[in-house]
C-alpha cells in the first residue's frame, strides 16, 4: 500500500481479553517498529523489527507484550490479559532500512481501550 | 545511550507570531539523523524534516526553517508567521546512521497557536 496501515483503528477491549493489533508496512521497508502513546503524552518505544527478527525488544513493558512479523511485511503485537494501563495509541512505523532511507513512517494508530 | 530533550511541554502563540520550538539531543555516535515530526489533533505522526549530522546548513521551506548546531547538540524548528492550522505536537527525534536504527523521541511540544 501507499502507506503503513493499522488495523483495528479503535478497539475496545474488557479487562483480562487478549488483543491483537496488526501493522502493514509501506511495501519494501525491512524495518518496522511499534509505539505507544498514552494521552497527552510522547512516544515510547516498544520493540523494533529488521526483517522478521527484533533486535531491540526492549521498550516492550511486561511480558503480557509480544510482537512477531512474518514475510518480512505485516507485523502483530498481542498483548495478553489486558490492563486499563494499557489503553494508549499503538503507532506502528517503517523505514526503508539500509543506507538509502532513515525517515520512519507512521501510521494512523491503533486506539485501544481497555474497561 | 541516546536522548531527545524538548523543554517546552506547551507554548501559545497569537496567530501572525514567529515561535521557535527547541530540541537538545545526546548521542556519542558521529553519524547519526535528526528529524522533526508533526502530530495534528487527528493524531497522525507527519514527517517535516531530516537532517544528516554532517549537514549543518539551515533548511527552509516555506513558514518552516530549522536551525541545527552540532556545537550546542540543538535543532530548534521555527515558524515563521504562524497560523491556527500550525496547531499540534511537535516531535523531535533522533537516529544511529545505519546498522541498528533505533529512533529516539522527544516527550514533545504543544504549539496552540490562537486566532
Known amino acids: 500500500g501507499a502507506g503503513v496501515s493499522q488495523s483495528p483503528s479503535n478497539k475496545v477491549t474488557e479487562k483480562g481479553k487478549d488483543v491483537e493489533l496488526r501493522c502493514d508496512p509501506i511495501?519494501?521497508?525491512?524495518?518496522l517498529y511499534w509505539y505507544r502513546q498514552s494521552l497527552g503524552q510522547g512516544l515510547e518505544f516498544l520493540i523494533y523489527f529488521q526483517g522478521n527478527s527484533a533486535p531491540d525488544k526492549s521498550g516492550l513493558p511486561s511480558d503480557r507484550f509480544s510482537a512477531e512479523r512474518t514475510g518480512g511485511s505485516v507485523s502483530t503485537l498481542t498483548i495478553q490479559r489486558t490492563q486499563q494501563e494499557d489503553s494508549a495509541v499503538y503507532l506502528c512505523?517503517?523505514?526503508?532500512?539500509?543506507?538509502?532511507?532513515?525517515?520512519?513512517?507512521f501510521g494512523e494508530g491503533s486506539w485501544l481501550t481497555v474497561v | 545511550a541516546q536522548k531527545v530533550t524538548q523543554a517546552q511541554t506547551e507554548i501559545s502563540v497569537v496567530e501572525k507570531e514567529d515561535v521557535t520550538l527547541d530540541c537538545v539531543y545526546e548521542?556519542?555516535?558521529?553519524?547519526?539523523?535528526l528529524f522533526w515530526y508533526k502530530q495534528p489533533p487527528s493524531g497522525e505522526l507527519v514527517f517535516l524534516i531530516r537532517r544528516n549530522s554532517f549537514d549543518e546548513q539551515n533548511e527552509i521551506s516555506g513558514r518552516y526553517s530549522w536551525n541545527f548546531q552540532k556545537s550546542t547538540s540543538s535543532f530548534n524548528f521555527t515558524i515563521t508567521a504562524s497560523q491556527v492550522v500550525d496547531s499540534a505536537v511537535y516531535f523531535c527525534?533522533?537516529?544511529?546512521?545505519?546498522?541498528?536504527?533505533?529512533?529516539?523521541f522527544g516527550t514533545g511540544t504543544k504549539l496552540q497557536v490562537i486566532p
Open positions: 512505523a517503517s523505514s526503508p532500512g539500509g543506507s538509502s532511507g532513515n525517515t520512519i513512517y
Open positions: 527525534a533522533l537516529r544511529r546512521s545505519g546498522g541498528y536504527q533505533k529512533v529516539t
Open positions: 548521542t556519542r555516535d558521529t553519524t547519526y539523523y
Open positions: 511495501s519494501g521497508h525491512t524495518a
